[in-house]
């Protein structure tokens, strides 16, 4: 938590201070935050890559992925038939209200309505590359 006080301390930093921060510097600030978010809301079901099994399907590459595509996990019907794509739009809504979105789904609720917080999350997800 204290890392992710200091993250968002350099984020408010970073939409202040002028002149802008290299686009690249914030982005990485942005990552760093979304980890730590990631670590808390997310990671007691879900590993960042598949060599760390979990209760939920590990999440690299999940920006552009189809749902459901996990080979050998056990989906719900509802996310195995729902044929959508992860894109950043459709995570936003699934952190917001997961089971809204997709009734039956076996992931129990989340509700991260926050779009900052959505967005370093997104940020950190969009950095785990497909393995
Ligand atoms: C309590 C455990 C739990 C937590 C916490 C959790 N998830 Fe899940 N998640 C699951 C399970 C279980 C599934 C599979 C759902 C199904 O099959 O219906 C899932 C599925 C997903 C999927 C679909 C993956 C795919 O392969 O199609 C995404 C995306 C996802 N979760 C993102 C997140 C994010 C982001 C967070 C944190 C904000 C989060 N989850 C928090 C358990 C969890």
């Not at 408010?12 to 990552?31: E, G």
């Amino acid at each position: 938590m204290k890392h992710l006080a200091l993250s968002l301390g350099l984020v408010a930093y970073a939409i202040s201070a002028p002149p802008a921060l290299a686009q690249s510097t914030f982005d990485r600030i942005k990552v760093d935050a979304g980890e730590d978010l990631f670590f808390s809301e997310c990671r007691r079901c879900h590993a960042p890559d598949a060599t760390d099994p979990s209760y939920g399907p590990q999440l690299d590459g999940i920006v552009g992925r189809k749902a459901g595509t996990v080979d050998g996990y056990d989906y719900s019907d509802a996310l195995a038939g729902s044929g959508i794509v992860w894109t950043p739009p459709a995570l936003r809504a699934w952190m917001e209200d997961n089971d809204g979105f997709m009734p039956g789904t076996k992931m129990r609720h989340v509700g991260i309505g926050d779009r900052t917080i959505q967005d370093f999350i997104l940020a950190y997800l969009s950095s785990l590359s497909a393995q």
